[in-house]
């Protein structure tokens, strides 16, 4: 599987309509679940080393319409890795507080420290979709805030954290076909919100709205992935892959030791 392909170019104008939401790649669910239990190993091998040699970060920014799968991502790609390790932050409507400030404040105090990996649930990147898509800020003030995002996560980059963005893509049919599912079962009833069915009704007003956003902000090292999000065990493994080769290409190391443990005595 060529991780590539799935990855949005900088500069380059995007349609969502190019990009599947159901392809597998011929990939098969039983082949994910053979090798499920090795890439989760890696990762935790990965992790530990990260964790331990505390000079690199990784964040991963997870953004998705409604019922689009981020809380499931979260839990299937994620579960398993040291918590100590991993900080979830889920961006919800900003307080009165946060909106006395720039639309970045509330961010920087969540990004991951050293050592550590940060997955936000949706992120600051809400500042350039649901805004726009509402009319609360111009054509003007989206492009300033472009500028402010690609500066802000190059000073993050400067600081040794490494960027992964997703967008998980997912059809207008199998929303609803989840909307449903949150309806017909009990315990899923506590997910859905009568405000989803009005967002669903701004559909195409999205759909311009991310293809805007990750043509503007997607660069080589802080690039976005389109990930098709139909099928849940496809997209999860497509996002470990990735995870996997970047945690490669970081390469974190167990920090050299200042003592020689052969002549250490525990009495």
Request: aromatic share 8%; proline share 4%; net charge neutral.
């Amino acid at each position: 599987m060529k991780i590539e392909t799935y990855q949005v170019r900088e500069g380059k104008k995007l349609s969502l309509k190019d990009h599947t939401t159901d392809g597998t790649k011929g990939v098969s669910k039983e082949e994910v679940k053979v090798r499920k239990a090795q890439l989760k190993l890696q990762m935790v091998k990965l992790q530990e080393r990260l964790y331990a040699e505390e000079q690199q970060s990784l964040l991963v920014v997870l953004q998705t319409r409604d019922a689009g799968g981020k809380d499931g991502t979260i839990k299937h790609v994620f579960t398993g890795l040291n918590p100590q390790g991993v900080n979830v932050t889920a961006f919800k409507e900003p307080t009165s507080l946060e909106l006395s400030h720039d639309f970045l404040w509330r961010v920087h105090a969540h990004t991951p420290a050293a050592g550590m990996i940060g997955v936000f649930n949706r992120s600051y990147y809400e500042d350039v979709l649901v805004t726009r898509v509402h009319g609360e800020v111009d054509k003007q003030e989206i492009q300033r805030r472009y500028d402010e995002i690609r500066a802000f996560e190059v000073s993050l980059q400067n600081r040794g954290t490494r960027i992964l963005k997703f967008h998980l893509n997912i059809s207008k049919d199998e929303q609803k076909r989840r909307f449903q599912d949150r309806l017909d079962k009990p315990r899923k009833e506590w997910k859905f919100s009568e405000n989803d069915l009005s967002e669903r009704a701004l559909w195409d007003d999205y759909t311009k709205a991310y293809e805007d956003t990750l043509s503007a902000t997607s660069t080589p090292t802080a690039p976005w992935y389109i990930i098709p999000a139909d099928h849940k065990w496809f997209r999860n493994d497509l996002i470990t892959q990735i995870l996997l080769e970047t945690l490669n290409d970081m390469n974190p190391q167990f920090p050299e030791i200042d003592f020689d443990p052969t002549k250490i005595v525990i009495e």
